[in-house]
């Protein structure tokens, strides 16, 4: 259970996408990986270890082999650090009768049902007023206890409530966070709580990002201990392996690389999403910091793999019609690598096979997955990335159920399967 402990560890920490960043640094600091800042110049060796933090919310971290050659061979993971949740708007206190809620909105594609009645807290950064304009502070703050929740109508009040009544974001998803006494600000009780938890003056506060996410921990299940209840297995499931194949051991020629991203879940369009020019411009400054040509970096981006993480659907146990009759998978089963007509998955014959030889020779167990031809999937971020970069890419991940639910359910052994994957990926 080692695997899914670490991962227990990851996901507790990765309270917002700022978080897991910050959690991920720690992870390859203590491995001897060096901090390199985003906007300067790099003085890289042979066999170095290095790690960017771009944007607060998204990394990049590679290892430099001993030997290189005339185009070296680049190895590539990515996965994402981002998770469907609320997110608080600006000037959020809203007053109902004496009570205090909050107005959010919805990030990515949540199950909204399941975020009912959870103890509920609150992450994120907040900018506050610096020595310059252009440059003002930043402050992480995590409220760390449970704070709200969004409370669901009583039954006797909606009948229909078990017959899938629609859920209004704007009006049913407030979450309750005080009740308004003497002792609170009705215009202000928000920003003062987070000046508080920041360590700042309320004025100072420039403006803030604060994602609320549920308070509870992962737990095992089943008989056997086979499966693992937790919030945000998607995708903290996949940059814990990202993570632990960059770690396993020192790069021995060629060049590998993890890329932790933000923004999946709302499309990746963003400066810090993997649509973004980041991971090719950070490339190029690799390459053109070991004293490689453009072109020989060219050369290295089109000859290229990447690997993308992120999670799939296991079959349901209450719906396994919502399945393809065949591509199924199993908790428990392995890695899925995902194929799709539509290209919504990267994955193709030629990067399947080397994916494919991997797991055969390492036996890691794996299986094959495809969605209903007449229902649509959803997508990930390589699609997205190999377009950009143009090389070969496998889309796969471990199968869960209840994804984007504020709680979803894995396989133990699952976990173990991808961490052995991404690390034999990065030795072969």
């Known amino acids: 259970m080692n695997h899914i402990k670490e991962l227990e560890t990851l996901i507790a920490a990765s309270v917002s996408p700022y978080h897991c960043i910050m959690a991920a640094a720690d992870k390859l600091a203590a491995a001897g990986f060096k901090e390199l800042p985003l906007a300067e110049s790099w003085d890289l060796k042979k066999g170095g270890s290095y790690y960017i933090n771009a944007f607060d919310s998204t990394l990049v971290a590679f290892s430099i082999g001993e030997e290189l050659g005339e185009v070296p061979a680049l190895k590539l993971a990515a996965s994402h650090t981002d998770w469907p949740c609320l997110k608080v708007k600006p000037s959020p206190e809203v007053t109902s009768l004496e009570y205090g809620k909050l107005n959010v909105e919805v990030y990515g594609g949540p199950l909204l049902g399941t975020w009912f009645d959870r103890p509920l807290s609150m992450a994120g950064k907040v900018c506050v007023a610096g020595s310059s304009p252009m440059k003002p502070e930043t402050v992480f703050v995590d409220f760390s206890r449970p704070l709200l929740t969004v409370p669901s109508l009583a039954i006797h009040m909606n009948r229909e409530a078990n017959n899938g009544v629609p859920i209004n974001a704007q009006v049913d998803m407030l979450p309750l966070i005080?009740?308004?006494?003497?002792?609170?600000?009705?215009?202000?009780?928000?920003?003062?709580?987070?000046?508080?938890?920041?360590?700042?003056?309320?004025?100072?506060?420039?403006?803030?990002?604060?994602?609320?996410?549920?308070?509870?921990?992962?737990?095992?299940?089943?008989?056997?201990?086979?499966?693992?209840?937790?919030?945000?297995?998607?995708?903290?499931?996949?940059?814990?392996?990202?993570?632990?194949?960059?770690?396993?051991?020192?790069?021995?020629?060629?060049?590998?690389?993890?890329?932790?991203?933000?923004?999946?879940?709302?499309?990746?369009?963003?400066?810090?999403?993997?649509?973004?020019?980041?991971?090719?411009?950070?490339?190029?400054?690799?390459?053109?910091?070991?004293?490689?040509?453009?072109?020989?970096?060219?050369?290295?981006?089109?000859?290229?793999?990447?690997?993308?993480?992120?999670?799939?659907?296991?079959?349901?146990?209450?719906?396994?019609?919502?399945?393809?009759?065949?591509?199924?998978?199993?908790?428990?089963?392995?890695?899925?690598?995902?194929?799709?007509?539509?290209?919504?998955?990267?994955?193709?014959?030629?990067?399947?096979?080397?994916?494919?030889?991997?797991?055969?020779?390492?036996?890691?167990?794996?299986?094959?997955?495809?969605?209903?031809?007449?229902?649509?999937?959803?997508?990930?971020?390589?699609?997205?990335?190999?377009?950009?970069?143009?090389?070969?890419?496998?889309?796969?991940?471990?199968?869960?159920?209840?994804?984007?639910?504020?709680?979803?359910?894995?396989?133990?052994?699952?976990?173990?399967?991808?961490?052995?994957?991404?690390?034999?990926?990065?030795?072969?």
Request: aromatic share 6%; net charge negative.
């Open 178 to 428: 005080a009740r308004i006494t003497e002792g609170l600000s009705k215009e202000h009780f928000f920003l003062e709580a987070l000046a508080k938890e920041a360590g700042v003056k309320k004025e100072d506060i420039l403006d803030y990002e604060i994602y609320i996410y549920t308070q509870e921990q992962g737990t095992l299940l089943g008989l056997q201990d086979e499966f693992y209840s937790s919030p945000r297995l998607d995708n903290i499931t996949s940059v814990q392996a990202c993570l632990s194949g960059i770690m396993a051991g020192p790069c021995k020629n060629g060049i590998n690389v993890i890329a932790l991203y933000d923004n999946e879940e709302i499309g990746s369009h963003t400066k810090q999403g993997a649509a973004s020019a980041l991971m090719e411009r950070i490339l190029e400054k690799l390459l053109l910091s070991l004293g490689y040509s453009r072109e020989t970096f060219l050369n290295v981006l089109m000859s290229g793999f990447l690997l993308s993480l992120d999670v799939a659907h296991a079959i349901h146990p209450n719906h396994g019609e919502k399945c393809d009759i065949k591509n199924q998978i199993v908790m428990g089963d392995g890695v899925a690598i995902k194929l799709s007509a539509s290209q919504s998955y990267a994955t193709d014959a030629s990067s399947t096979g080397v994916i494919e030889g991997i797991c055969k020779r390492e036996n890691i167990p794996y299986k094959k997955f495809s969605n209903r031809s007449d229902v649509k999937g959803g997508s990930t971020l390589g699609s997205i990335s190999s377009a950009l970069l143009t090389m070969r890419t496998v889309d796969a991940g471990a199968p869960i159920l209840a994804m984007h639910s504020a709680r979803e359910v894995m396989g133990t052994k699952d976990q173990e399967a991808l961490v052995r994957l991404a690390e034999a990926f990065f030795r072969a």
